[in-house]
């Protein structure tokens, strides 16, 4: 069977340098797959890439075993995946009508939308919050709606770029423990970008290290973070001096 | 201070005898600059959307041109479309000059690039991520634009009222191209013009009552259509 997603022999670049160069690359159906690197690894590229929200250089991202049309992947595709980035980036309007915007956009019947916006609020604790204005929320509250706002879709896959790395810590724990139980509940495939190994042991199944925009080691992630290859153990090593992981 | 209330007494007696010639100027002040207003915003809210949201070549000199004409002098506006409709100018065959038309045409060169560059303005200043975050929300390019009409409504409004606000309150222009004829090109500010230059303060006071109101209205209506339904 083909894997959900694929890259085949991509790149992007911009202004003539090489920010992605990846060969090949799979995500598989109901994996909690991280990519980890340093800051302008080409992370968030990467999953523009993936979301069919960028255009690569060259090469082709399959769905299902099919080639998608570079930069013009169809509306009920794009509408399969749903992405949540650092920044909450809410609407002005009500926490309810943020949360439902996923469901308004794609015409689903008021009545509908109404059983599931109460219920999304109340997996992700916010119900409270339902007739507030969501340009007036705490961060750890934004970034609840944000993720609610981003799984009310049922999406096929969950795309996250940083999503937790603005919050302090005790917000940022309790926001992951109840997304994790929420993501195992859905069983819904995401693919999560951060350069916390904290937040990635935490959440993830499998991870992908990437460096200079290049993939340099993919496995589980237990196995990734016991095991550094030759070009990924000084960049895992510097974190493990601070969060001892993997012995 | 006499003088004010004369005007007052005055303005409201005007419009309680039923003064038909008031009533006829105050009407074609109102039904000019609204269609003024209404055909700037028609141009300049599209016209501004695609400059915010856009990068072409180009593009900045428009930008620039539409920002000129921000100071643009009424006056100069009065010139160029008396010129553009002198009976042996470009359009002098319509026969336009010194009509409520001719009018309309310098409010409209005086207010589109107030509307324009105001919602240019407001556009612009949507970030690239917040763009991506709503096509990835599943947005098509329409509902994107009808979203982002909706979350910048206060914006918008804002320069709808600027825009009106230049109109309402311009006279060189409208002097010039309609010739504040009795009966036909005749408005608010231009009578005002006339009776001060006659001495006849009382008139014209009460006249710029009655256009303070008139400008107080449209504002009011359009404010609360800016500021319904704002949740805290
Ligand atoms: N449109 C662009 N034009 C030029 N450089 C870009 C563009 N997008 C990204 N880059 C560069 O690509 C590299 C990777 O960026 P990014 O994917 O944001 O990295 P990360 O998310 O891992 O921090 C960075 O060096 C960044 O400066
Ligand atoms: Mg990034």
């Known amino acids: 069977m083909s894997p959900l997603l694929e890259l085949k022999k991509l790149t992007y670049q911009a202004q003539r340098k090489m920010i992605l160069d990846i060969p090949e690359f799979q995500i598989e159906t109901g994996e909690f797959l991280g990519i980890m690197g340093p800051n302008g690894a080409g992370k968030s590229t990467l999953l523009k890439v993936l979301a069919f929200l960028d255009q690569q250089t060259s090469g082709e991202v399959l769905y299902r075993g099919q080639a998608i049309p570079n930069g013009n992947a169809p509306l009920e595709l794009r509408r399969k995946f749903s992405i949540a980035l650092q920044q909450s980036l809410l609407l002005d309007g009500t926490v309810f009508d943020n949360i439902a915007i996923g469901l308004t956009l794609r015409k689903v019947p008021k009545s509908i939308i109404k059983e599931k916006v109460e219920q999304w609020m109340e997996l992700f604790a916010v119900s409270h919050l339902a007739k507030k204005n969501a340009l007036y929320l705490s961060g750890g509250e934004a970034q609840r709606v944000n993720l609610a706002r981003a799984m009310i879709v049922e999406p096929e896959i969950l795309f996250l770029d940083e999503p937790f790395s603005a919050l302090d810590f005790p917000t940022k724990i309790r926001l992951m423990e109840d997304f994790k139980g929420i993501i195992e509940e859905a069983q819904t495939t995401t693919v999560f970008v951060s350069h916390d190994l904290m937040e990635i042991h935490f959440l993830t199944t499998k991870l992908a290290i990437i460096v200079n925009g290049e993939i340099k080691q993919v496995g589980p992630t237990p196995r990734v973070l016991e095991h550094p290859n030759s070009s990924t153990v000084s960049f895992l090593n510097e974190w493990k001096k601070f969060y001892p992981v993997a012995r | ?232």
């Not at chain 2, 004369?6 to 039904?31: H, N, P, R, Y």
């Not at chain 2, 060169?109 to 991506?132: D, N, R, W, Y």
């Open chain 2, 1 to 232: 201070m006499d003088l004010l209330i004369d005007g007052l007494k005055k303005a409201i007696d005007m419009i309680l005898s039923g003064d038909q010639e008031v009533f006829a100027i105050t009407w074609l002040t109102l039904k000019v600059c609204l269609i003024s207003i209404l055909i700037s915003t028609l141009i300049g809210l599209p016209l501004g959307i695609f400059l915010g949201l856009t990068r072409f070549k180009g593009r900045r000199l428009l930008l620039m041109f539409i920002n000129i004409g921000l100071g643009l002098p009424p006056v100069v506006a009065g010139l160029w479309i008396t010129m553009l409709l002198w009976r042996s100018g470009p359009l002098g065959g319509l026969t336009l000059l010194y009509s409520p038309t001719a009018i309309v045409m310098a409010q409209i060169l005086v207010s589109l690039p107030i509307v324009t560059s105001l919602t240019c303005t407001a556009f612009q200043q949507i970030s690239e991520k917040m763009l991506l975050q709503i096509k990835a929300l599943g947005a098509t390019k329409v509902q994107t634009l009808w979203l982002l009409i909706k979350q910048l409504k206060i914006a918008i409004l804002a320069a709808i009222m600027a825009g009106f606000g230049r109109v309402i309150a311009e006279v060189g222009a409208a002097m010039m191209v309609g010739g504040n004829i009795q009966g036909d090109t005749r408005i608010l500010t231009t009578t005002i013009v006339m009776e001060v230059s006659k001495g006849n303060f009382d008139i014209a006071l009460a006249l710029s009552f009655i256009l303070l109101s008139v400008a107080l209205l449209i504002t009011a209506a359009l404010t609360f259509l800016q500021q319904r339904k704002r949740i805290s």
